[in-house]
């Protein structure tokens, strides 16, 4: 060992009276390094991060749920049941919901207030005897202190393809500890859904019902402490003027879908909800280094592989290749979200490659 190594050696068995090994002064070394980099802090440089190109996470339905945790809130009685009956439906078979698109997968529906002969009723009375094999459904489960998570990621082993899971409702996956409304409460509910949700790169969307009490903002009626809104990544809440009325307002706020207004009405002989219209629609600009990368890579070319160069040289830039890649990184969910365009940067030791592939929708 150099004289280096010796003082460490020496200084970890100070005061033990025992003479330790060269051997094992190196492994009680090696150990402790281990072990104090499996508890600090991964931390990346702003340069290491724009460096990285991150897969687009696709949404389940575009607009509306994307990945991680998401409340659907409204009164009891209003019709949330067949609207997430609906929803995990239309996710199944890749139809449109509430006139948005939504990207097809397997779904698991935690009907925890029900049976499973009204689950039939229900699905009899929306879809007549139309059915997928996409659709997983259970009406019992443990609770977020007992066990659910575990089912969850023993289902998710076994059904690798789902993308999306509703549970039907909060208060039966709570349990009985934390029954009691506090704000750490609620957000560590929602966190450890979280954590099941980003683990396995799904959505969990969770039904759950306002209070009574009215508010200035609609999302301050979620019942419970403003820990279930600050957790979850997104929030639909469903209210109407009139309880008879048969329209409603759904409103939508995400951390990456911007708020919306949506007008929907309930068919009561199908038990469906329909879109009516979209109040003040948001629209994103478009971005013109974008626009330019959806006409080289399209239907005729829906492959294209080069260098940050050859990509300035194509689209007639002028840019530096550094700063292209730069642009690109973060500006990739949004290529993917409006023109169906996956971009991937990679690098060999000689130089670096972009590949933009346009997906089939």
Known sequence: MDDKTKMTARSTSAGTGVEQSPKLCSDSISNTINSVKANSLDTKTMRELNDIAFIPNKPVIDGLLNNGVNLLVGPPKIGKSFMVADLSVRVSKGEPFLNRKTHQSEVLYLALEDDFQRLQQRFYRMFDVEDTENL???????????????????????????????????????????????????????????????????????????????????????????????????SLIINKDKRADSKAKMAISGRDIPYQELTIEFDKQKCLWNFIEETDPFEEPKDKLLEKISVLVSIDKPEWIGTATDLINELNLDLKANVLSRKLNPLSAKLYKDYNILYENSHTKDARFIRLILENK
């Open 136 to 234: 997983h459904l259970a009406i019992v489960s443990k609770d977020i202190k007992s066990g659910l998570e575990i089912q969850i990621n023993e289902f998710m082993i076994s059904h690798p393809k789902v993308s999306l899971i509703v549970i039907d409702t909060l208060q039966k996956i709570r349990g009985t500890e934390n029954d009691k409304y506090s704000y750490s409460n609620d957000y560590e509910v929602i966190s450890i859904l979280k954590q099941i949700a980003d683990r396995h790169n799904i959505c969990i969307l969770v039904v759950h019902h306002t209070r009574k009490q009215e508010a200035t903002d609609i999302f301050d009626t979620i019942s419970g402490t403003n820990g279930l809104l600050g957790a979850a990544d997104g």
